[in-house]
C-alpha cells in the first residue's frame, strides 16, 4: 500500500542521448508521411496552373538569365557545348531545393503553432516532412532537365555519379540553417522577415546565375567560402560537365553543410522543450 500523497507513477522526460532522435522519428513515421502527404495537397490546392509552378518557376527564371548575364553581359559558362539557358536551368534546379528546404524548415514552427502548442510530438517531423515535396519538385524539375539536354546534344559522363553528393549537401546545408533559424523563429518573429533578404544575398552571392569562374581570381578564395558556391559548381560538373573552378571549394562545402546541420539539430534539439510554450 501507499502512503496518502505518495505518487504512484513518476513521468520523466527521456534522455537525449543521440543528437537526432531517431527513436522516436521512427515511432512517430506514419506522422511523417502524413505530414509530407498534407504538405504536398495544400501546395497547390487552389491554384490555376497548380503543378505547372514547378516547371514554370525554374524556366522563366533560367530564360532571365539567359537575357541578362548570356545576351548583354554575354558572360561564359565555361563550356562552350553548354547554351546559357541549360547552364542557368541547372543552377536553378539545385537552387530551388536549396531554397525550399531552407524556407519550409523555417517557417515550420510558426506555421504549425497550434498544432505543437496541443499535442506532444518530435517537433523534427514538421521540418522533416517537407523534404519530400521538395525532392517531388526536384524530381519533375530534373526531368526537364534530361529534356533540355537530349534536346541539345549534352551526353553526361561518370560525372553523374556525383550528383547524389551535391544534392545531399545542398539538403544539409538548408536544414541546418532552416533548424537554426526555425528555432529562433519561434522566439523572435522578426527573423522571419529577414529571411526574404537573406535569400535575396545569397542568390546573388552563389553562382546560380553566373559560373563560378567568371568571379575574379583575386576574390574567388573569398566567394568560395560561402558553402552554395561549391554546391553549385560540383552540381552543373555533375550534370552538365562544366569545369569546376576549385576541389577545394567543393570540399570545403561538404564540410560545411555537415558543420551547419549538426549546429542546427544542436540548437533546434536545445530549444524545442519551450517551444509549446512560446509559439
Known sequence: ???????????????????????????????????????????????????????????????????????????????????????????????????????????????????????????????????????????????????????????????LLFLPVALVMAILLALGMGLWAAALNVSYRDVRHLMPVLTQFLLWASPVAYAASAIPQSVQWLVALNPLVGILDSFRWAVLGTPVTSWGAVAWSGVASVLMFVVGLAIFQRSERRFADVV
Open 1 to 159: 500500500m501507499t502512503t496518502a500523497g505518495e505518487p504512484l507513477l513518476i513521468i520523466k522526460p527521456r534522455r537525449r542521448g543521440a543528437l537526432l532522435p531517431w527513436r522516436d522519428l521512427l515511432e512517430y513515421r506514419d506522422l511523417l508521411h502524413i505530414m509530407a502527404q498534407r504538405d504536398i495537397k495544400l501546395r497547390y490546392r487552389q491554384t490555376v496552373v497548380g503543378v505547372a509552378w514547378v516547371l514554370l518557376q525554374p524556366l522563366i527564371g533560367a530564360g532571365l538569365f539567359t537575357f541578362v548575364f548570356g545576351v548583354i553581359a554575354k558572360l561564359p559558362t565555361g563550356d562552350d557545348r553548354v547554351p546559357y539557358f541549360v547552364f542557368g536551368y541547372a543552377g536553378l534546379l539545385i537552387w530551388n531545393a536549396f531554397l525550399q528546404v531552407f524556407t519550409k524548415t523555417n517557417d515550420s514552427m510558426v506555421v504549425n503553432a497550434g498544432l505543437i502548442s496541443k499535442i506532444y510530438f518530435p517537433r523534427m517531423v514538421l521540418p522533416l516532412s517537407s523534404i519530400y515535396g521538395v525532392m517531388l519538385d526536384f524530381s519533375i524539375g530534373a526531368a526537364v532537365m534530361v529534356a533540355l539536354m537530349f534536346v541539345y546534344r549534352i551526353v553526361p559522363g561518370l560525372e
